[in-house]
């Protein structure tokens, strides 16, 4: 949920998953110490993985982070930071805990992924529609103009 911290600038905010027939466990906490907002968005569970995009103004200005966490193991998993001019779109999250992601830089979009440490350029131009990211078995999709693209995301 998104919460005003101008009223309570030490407002804590917490966001839990599970999977299945399992209790709760909580994924992230976040304190917001300026006058500001936090929210999650675009929040994915695919296996024992779980992903949220969490908005804050903590860092000097308004910012986005793509946080992967492995519910098996009750830990962050990846941590994605871009500069705070970047807005996260879409995302795609697979059981494996691998993820890709349209970001907005600009007037241009990127289609990036992570699989473990690696991060991964896959496509970038103005006429990415931002919402199109899709996966079906190991095979991640977008479209970039009239073009289907592909690429594997095991």
């Keep these: 949920r998104r919460r005003p911290a101008s009223a309570?600038?030490?407002?804590?905010?917490?966001?839990?998953?599970?999977?299945?027939?399992?209790?709760?466990v909580r994924m992230a906490t976040r304190a917001v110490f300026s006058a500001g907002t936090l929210s999650f968005k675009l929040?994915?569970?695919?296996?024992?993985?779980?992903?949220?995009?969490?908005?804050?103004?903590?860092?000097?200005?308004?910012?986005?982070?793509?946080?992967?966490?492995?519910?098996?193991?009750?830990?962050?998993?990846?941590?994605?930071?871009?500069?705070?001019?970047?807005?996260?779109?879409?995302?795609?999250?697979r059981p494996s805990g691998n993820v890709a992601w349209i970001q907005a830089v600009g007037a241009t979009f990127e289609?990036?992924?992570?699989?473990?440490?690696?991060?991964?350029?896959?496509?970038s131009g103005p006429a990415i529609n931002p919402t199109s990211l899709a996966s079906s078995g190991p095979i991640l999709y977008w479209t970039n103009g009239a073009q289907a693209r592909t690429s594997p995301l095991p």
């Design 43 to 93: 929040e994915r569970l695919a296996g024992s993985y779980a992903s949220a995009v969490t908005t804050s103004d903590d860092r000097g200005g308004y910012s986005e982070e793509l946080e992967v966490f492995d519910l098996r193991r009750r830990r962050r998993t990846t941590l994605i930071s871009p500069a705070q001019d970047v807005r996260i779109r879409d995302v795609e999250l």
């Design 8 to 24: 309570n600038p030490s407002t804590v905010t917490r966001l839990y998953g599970c999977r299945a027939g399992r209790r709760p």
């Design 111 to 123: 289609v990036r992924s992570r699989r473990g440490a690696t991060t991964a350029l896959l496509d």
